[in-house]
């Protein structure tokens, strides 16, 4: 019976974080007067996070990922990624593609 409540309860702790983890984002503000700034995290095991950042519509962005173990990604599942924005928030999704914890760089320049 303890062993059974001790895998309900680590089973719902693993679900929480997965859960909490899902559903992370992070807004990415540029220093006054520049154009790229770095990001530095740990995303949990095939853990997501959403990194949301302001733009005028036609503005060019490049953003690039580098990981521990190669294992961060962005959502296209590449290291970079660029596209013209949207006025507004505009979305980049990291990935971990591994099935442990991995320690991250991303760049992202906007022109």
């Known amino acids: 019976m ?6 309900v309860t680590v089973s719902l702790f693993v679900i929480l974080f997965s859960i909490t ?16 700034t ?3 995290g740990t ?3 095939i853990g997501e996070r959403d990194f949301i950042l302001r733009a005028s519509a036609g503005q ?4 690039n990922v580098s990981s ?12 970079a990624q660029a596209f013209r924005t949207d006025n507004g928030d505009n979305w ?3 990935m971990n593609m591994c099935r442990r914890s991995a320690s991250f760089t991303m760049t992202v320049s906007i022109r």
Not at 21 to 31: D, N, S, V, Y
Not at 68 to 79: A, D, M, R
């Open 38 to 40: 770095s990001v530095r």
């Open 60 to 63: 060019y962005l490049s953003a």
């Open 21 to 36: 983890e899902a559903l992370a984002q992070t807004r990415i503000r540029f220093a006054r007067g520049r154009t790229s």
């Open 92 to 94: 980049l999704k990291l």
């Open 68 to 79: 521990s173990g190669g294992c961060i990604k962005f959502s296209t599942v590449e290291t």
């Open 43 to 45: 995303l949990g095991s």
């Open 2 to 7: 303890r062993k059974k409540r001790f895998i």
